[in-house]
């Protein structure tokens, strides 16, 4: 998966790896340790127009989303030096019994 957040003069670029955990959760993760791995990339254009690109290995992100009873479920941890900085809970109900997140979470 790749996400890219603007900044003025270029943008940072999130890239993740996908698997599946022992529980059938869909895990995402950035830990890589060099340019072209999964992880933290910067571009930047510079005064003269050319681009410069960074990957940092010492910043990390991993999410893990699960789907346990009828609802789904994320936890999103963000390290740097292998430290953790932020750690994020989100979670959506059903709302109704005929909707399709309900199906889709059988």
């Given amino acids: 998966m790749k996400a890219i957040f603007p900044l ?12 599946v955990g022992s529980k059938g959760e869909l895990r995402l993760d950035s830990s890589g340790e060099k340019f072209g791995d999964p992880g933290f990339y910067f571009l930047l254009k510079d005064s003269k127009g050319g681009f410069w690109s960074q990957y940092i290995s010492s910043f990390r992100d991993k999410l893990i989303v699960s789907c346990p009873e009828g ?10 030096w292998n430290w953790p900085v932020l750690r994020f809970y989100y979670e959506i109900h059903r709302k109704n019994h005929n ?7 059988r």
Avoid: D
């Fill in 8 to 19: 003025p003069n270029g943008n940072a670029t999130v890239i993740m790896a996908a698997s």
């Fill in 99 to 105: 909707c399709n997140l309900h199906n889709a979470c």
């Fill in 71 to 80: 609802k789904i479920r994320a936890e999103q941890t963000l390290t740097l």
